[in-house]
C-alpha cells in the first residue's frame, strides 16, 4: 500500500511568522534603505529625490575616524571578553553539576536588572569620589584621584561588563559538548596539560569562540548609550552618531544611510562566521 503523499501547501501555522517578518522586518529595512537614497528636507523630514549624497558624505575625514574608532573598539571588547570569557567557560564546564548550575546563574542574573541601572553603578565605581579610587586612596597606591570615567578606557569597560555573557555563554555551549576522552587520548598519547588544551580543546571549540566573537562584536558597534555614560559623549562611535543624526541633526537620510552600513557590516560578519566555522547558526544561540 503506497504512503499518502504529503501535501505540499503553505501550512497555515507559517501565516503568523510570514506577517511578523513582513510587517516589522522586511517593510521598516526597505523603508529605510529607500530613505537612505533620498535628500535632507529643509525644515524636517525628506525629500523624494534619488540622491547618493549620504553615502558619499561617509568618505570625508570625520565619519572615516569615528568607523576607525567603531571598528577599534569592536576589536578590544571583542579581545578582553575573549580572554576574560574563556578560561571563566572552561573551568565552569569542569565543575560538578549543582557548581556549574550557580555559575551560569551568576553569568546570567546580570540580564535581570535594567542595563542602564548597571552602567549608572559602573559610574558610581569609577568616578572621581567613587569606590575605585577611595580604595586606592586608602591602599596608598595613588594620592590625588585618577580620572577613570569620561574617557574611552571607561567606555571598553562598560562594553566588556556589558557583552562578556555573550561569550562565556557561547564558548561553554561549545565546551561541554566535548568529548573527555580526546582530551584524554591527547594526554596518553605524551601530551602535556597546555599541548593537549592548545592542540585539542582549543581547536575543538573554535565554533563557539567564533559564534561568541560574533555576538560579541556586532552589538559592540551600536550600545550607543555606555558611550554617552562612560565616555560623557566625548567617544563617539556608530551608534552614537546614528542616534545624533536621526534625533538631534534631524539628518534622516543620512542617519538611515548609517544604518544600512552598519547592517552591511553585520551581514558581512556573521557570513564570514558562517564560511570559516562552517556552521549554518550561531552555536549556543540559534
Not at 145 to 163: S, T
Not at 241 to 254: D, F, S
Not at 263 to 277: P, R
Amino acid at each position: 500500500m503506497k504512503r499518502a503523499r504529503k501535501g505540499r501547501g503553505f501550512p497555515a501555522a507559517g501565516v503568523p511568522f510570514l506577517l511578523w517578518t513582513a510587517f516589522f522586518v522586511a517593510i521598516p529595512l526597505i523603508y529605510i534603505l529607500c530613505m537612505s537614497f533620498m535628500k535632507r528636507a529643509a525644515t524636517w523630514g525628506v525629500v523624494a529625490e534619488f540622491s547618493l549624497g549620504s553615502y558619499a558624505k561617509m568618505l570625508s575625514p570625520a565619519y572615516l575616524r569615528v568607523f576607525g574608532e567603531s571598528l577599534w573598539l569592536s576589536v578590544l571588547t571583542t579581545g578582553f571578553t575573549l580572554l576574560l570569557g574563556y578560561p571563566f567557560a572552561y573551568f565552569t564546564a569542569q565543575l560538578s553539576p549543582k557548581r556549574r548550575s550557580l555559575a551560569l546563574l551568576l553569568v546570567i542574573v546580570p540580564f535581570w536588572t535594567n542595563s542602564l541601572v548597571r552602567i549608572y553603578g559602573w559610574m558610581i565605581l569609577l568616578r572621581s569620589q567613587g569606590v575605585v579610587n577611595a580604595l586606592l586612596i586608602a591602599l596608598g597606591v595613588i594620592d590625588t584621584p585618577l580620572k577613570l570615567l569620561y574617557n574611552f578606557g571607561a567606555v571598553l569597560v562598560g562594553m566588556v561588563y556589558a557583552l562578556l555573557p555573550f561569550m562565556i555563554l557561547s564558548v561553554y555551549n561549545s565546551i561541554s559538548k566535548l568529548d573527555p576522552s580526546l582530551t584524554e587520548a591527547a594526554r596518553d598519547l605524551g601530551a602535556g596539560k597546555w599541548r593537549a588544551f592548545w592542540s585539542v580543546t582549543v581547536p575543538m571549540t573554535r565554533a563557539g569562540i567564533m559564534a561568541g566573537c560574533v555576538l560579541v562584536f556586532i552589538p559592540s558597534v551600536g550600545l550607543f548609550f555606555i558611550s554617552d555614560l562612560l565616555g560623557g559623549a566625548k567617544t563617539m562611535l556608530l551608534g552614537n552618531l546614528i542616534k545624533n543624526e536621526l534625533l538631534t541633526a534631524r539628518n534622516w537620510p543620512m542617519g538611515a544611510a548609517l544604518s544600512v552600513v552598519m547592517m552591511a557590516a553585520t551581514l558581512l560578519v556573521i557570513g564570514l562566521y558562517q564560511k570559516l566555522s562552517g556552521e549554518k547558526s550561531l552555536e549556543g544561540i540559534v
